[in-house]
């Protein structure tokens, strides 16, 4: 069965950086394209970032695209992302999800989801 754990949330201030987590219990994680989602108070779950499963294929959303980077280690079974130069309205939960081959391109294919993790940011 597979399992999602994200990590490295946590409260920071304006401009700051947090880098997430997440440990994929998947037993073929290397084929699997990683993205990463967030949802604020009161909206809807939003697309991050993706990577596909191989390459350095990767799609960032328009409102973080330059100051977050998503990255894999495919031999420790992590996704990470890298979020700089945060603001308030980054404040989310962030999930961590994987999906088949194409899934990077098409948000609705991600069928494989972490429980979250919070990132608080400070004005």
């Known amino acids: 069965q597979a399992q999602l754990v994200e990590s490295g949330g946590g409260l920071v201030q304006a401009g700051g950086a947090l880098r997430l987590s997440c440990a994929a219990s998947?037993?073929?994680?290397?084929?699997?394209?990683m993205g990463w989602f967030r949802q604020a108070p009161g909206k809807e779950r939003e697309f991050v970032a993706s990577r596909r499963w191989s390459g350095d294929s990767t799609y960032y959303a328009a409102s973080v695209k330059g100051r977050y980077t998503i990255s894999r280690d495919n031999a420790k079974n992590t996704v990470y992302l890298q979020m700089n130069s945060l603001a308030p309205e980054d404040t989310a939960v962030y999930y961590c999800?994987?999906?088949?081959?194409?899934?990077?391109?098409?948000?609705?294919?991600?069928?494989?989801w972490g429980q979250g993790t919070q990132v608080t940011v400070s004005s």
């Open positions: 998947l037993r073929t994680f290397r084929s699997y394209d």
């Open positions: 999800a994987a999906g088949p081959n194409g899934a990077w391109r098409r948000n609705w294919a991600f069928n494989y």
